[in-house]
Structure formats: C-alpha cells, structure tokens
C-alpha cells in the first residue's frame, strides 16, 4: 500500500513505488493534505535548490515557535544552514574551508580506531550494539578531530543524542526541555574548547580559528553554535547514512560478500546508497518573493517540499535508477542538497561511512539477515533504519 503522502512515506517499509507515481505526475503539485507544493523530479528539485526566492526558513518564523525562547532556539537559529544571504555564506566558507584540510587518511584512521574500540563496548553484531554503534561512532570521530578528549565523547554523544530532538517537530515537550537542557551543556563545553584552543593547533577547532579570522567572521556565538550544529549534523545524517548502508548490506543480494572481497569498493556503495536510499528522503523551501518554476507561479509564502528521495531515482539523470549500481558516474547527491547550501560536510560524512563499514565488515563474522530486522524512526525527512533481534521461535515459524 502506498503512504498517504510524501511526508509519511520518509518511513514506509518501500517508499519508491510511491515516489516513482510522484514523478509521473505534475513537475511541482499542490499536496492539500500538507498544505504545499511537491517536487519530484531532479530538475525541478534543482531548480528550487538554485532559486533565490526559495529559502530555507519562514520568513517569520527564522526560529520554530517551540524552541525560539531556548538555549537550543539560540543554537538553531544561528546555524549556517539554517540562514541565508551572509549568516550563510561566511560561515559556510570558513567550515568549508576548514572541513577541507581534513585528509581521507586521518579520517579513516581516527572513524576505524573508535569503530573498533565501541564495537567491544557494544558489543556488535547484535541488533542493540549496531544501534548504538552507527549514533555513537560519528560523534566520537568529529568530536576527536575538533579537540575534545577521548573521555569526554561518550558524554557529548548523549548530549548531541538529547540534542537533535530540538531539530524534529515530532519531539514531546518534555523531549525538547531535554534538548534545551543540553544545548546548555554544550554551549558550555564548546565555550570552553574555544576558548582553551590555540590557532596554532593541529585541531578542527583551531582550523575554524583560523579561517574565521582570515574571512573577518568574529561573531563568536555563531562560531560556537555552528560548531554545535556541525556535531548535529553528524549524529543524525551520517548515522542515517551508516545504517541506509547496513540495510543495503543485508538485502541485496551477494553485496556484502562483494564488500568483504574487495573493500576498496565500500566507498562507491556508498555513493550508490546515498541515491538510492537516501538518509535525508526531503527538504523544505519557502518562497519569500514571487517567482516562477516549472510553469507555476509562487507566492511569498507558500512552501515547498522537495522529494530528494524521489529526485535520485529520476530515470532523467539516472537510467534504471531503480537499480542498485556500483558502476554509475559521478553525479550529485540531492541529499546533501546542491547550491548553495550544499552541505560542506559532504566529503566527511562519506570517509566516516566507508571507513566505519571497513572496519565493521572486517571484525564482524557477518551481518545475517536471518537475525536482524529494521524498521524506521519517526521523521518528517530522515530515513534511519532501527535494527531489532529476530528471536530463534519469529525464525522457526517462518
């Protein structure tokens, strides 16, 4: 049964059929149960993303109403992402800039170092220890290369955890006190990193610093929030992208031999995983001036949502786009946007992912897809699997 709308279908079992109907219908169609406009296609999600009348928050609403008086309101409402015009594009530089003097060794490094160190405390390949392992991993190797030290990642991984709910309108209130609770501790800590780092560290941190003061962004509390949001980004969308991978893994079929036996091809799956089952599944734009795409004419106020997950499968871009390949070209990924809020962190994310399969496909036996299960956390727009245990007698009956 297809979802009752594009909304819902972030968490359906088999979301693509639906998309797929999406595609064949209007270029950009008015959901009346949402409430907004839908796109689906790739270019006209493009055209969208590239539209400077298209942005990224109500024009009044910069804050959503049930944080704005909070600590995590001040972090959400600074952050690069969530601005346009120049409190996006200096911040965006200096991470970009920073971001880039990573290189792919010391990230594969640092990702299979923690990868291995969480995979005895949780003790993978249970269905609990994966869960904890693909949230917890990605913190501990961003919060290691800004500076924090290794005692201190467990905590800021549940902090970032209670965090994130500030970010989903899905979040109870008493989930979002929790997330104003820890924004404060890590308004803290990170006030503290800064101010205890040096620019003449080796740190992430210190690279920030560093572009900072060459671009002349000296707003401090957007330093710090950004480096908060970086840190969120992290939690949510390279979790989501480990475990999209681990699903792949264990439904299609010879894939993780083919990984075992040759490793060095973990990065194009996951390039292949992000088109074809992406983490962030959509996005939303809003229209502050009148314009026109794809043959409708928009008015300030109207909203947009953009099916990234429909987008990557478009038959336009990607020729049997319902296949999963490892042998397709170099093309974008919708779900780290494009324009110019594509996300900086892109090159990041994926040395993370390949290298934390690498190093959980060498110490596992084997991920059996007779023993796990998923289904899918609630989200208006992040696909992330939750893995459960199939109990011996659930295996037997069947």
């Not at 480096?227 to 992208?241: D, K, P, V």
């Not at 059996?368 to 199939?390: A, C, E, K, V």
Request: proline share 6%; hydrophobic share 45%; aromatic share 6%.
């Amino acid at each position: 049964m297809f979802p009752s709308n594009p909304v819902a279908a972030v968490c359906h079992s088999d979301p693509y059929p639906y998309y797929r109907s999406l595609r064949v219908g209007p270029a950009l169609q008015f959901d009346t149960e949402l409430k907004l406009w839908v796109a689906s296609s790739a270019a006209v999600v493009r055209q969208v993303l590239e539209h400077p009348a298209c942005v990224v928050r109500p024009a009044g609403e910069p804050v959503p109403l049930a944080i704005a008086a909070t600590s995590a309101g001040q972090v959400f409402g600074r952050l690069v992402r969530m601005n346009e015009g120049r409190a996006h594009s200096t911040p965006k530089l200096v991470l970009a800039q920073a971001l880039a003097s990573l290189t792919p060794e010391q990230i594969a490094a640092r990702t299979s170092y923690f990868s291995n160190l969480l995979a005895q405390q949780h003790g993978l390949p249970t269905a609990a220890g994966i869960n904890a392992w693909m949230f917890e991993l990605p913190v501990y190797v961003v919060a290691d290369l800004l500076g924090f030290a290794e005692t201190e990642l467990s905590q800021l991984a549940i902090w970032m955890g209670d965090f994130v709910r500030c970010l989903s309108p899905l979040s109870r209130a008493e989930q979002l006190a929790s997330a104003g609770l820890a924004a404060q501790s890590l308004l803290a800590r990170f006030g503290e990193l800064l101010a205890a780092t040096s620019t003449s560290e080796n740190s992430l941190v210190s690279r920030i610093q560093q572009a900072a003061r060459q671009v002349g962004w000296q707003n401090q509390d957007a330093i710090l929030a950004n480096l908060i949001g970086l840190l969120s980004q992290t939690y949510e969308a390279t979790a989501g992208l480990i475990a999209n991978s681990l699903v792949a893994l264990l439904s299609q079929n010879g894939l993780q031999q083919q990984m075992r036996d040759t490793p060095e091809q973990i990065a194009a799956m996951l390039q292949e995983v992000c088109r074809y089952d992406p983490p962030v599944q959509n996005t939303r734009r809003f229209v502050v001036q009148t314009c026109s795409i794809a043959g409708v004419e928009l008015q300030p106020g109207d909203a947009i949502l953009l099916v990234l997950a429909a987008a990557s499968r478009d038959e336009s871009d990607f020729p049997n786009a319902d296949e999963f390949s490892l042998d397709r070209p170099a093309h974008t990924l919708l779900g780290f946007s494009h324009g110019r809020h594509l996300c900086p962190g892109q090159t990041l994310a994926l040395g993370i992912g390949t290298a934390a399969l690498q190093s959980l496909l060498a110490l596992t036996i084997g991920l059996d897809p007779t023993q796990l299960q998923w289904t899918y956390r609630p989200s208006l727009n992040g696909r992330l699997p939750l893995f459960q245990q199939i109990s011996p007698t659930l295996t037997e009956s069947h």
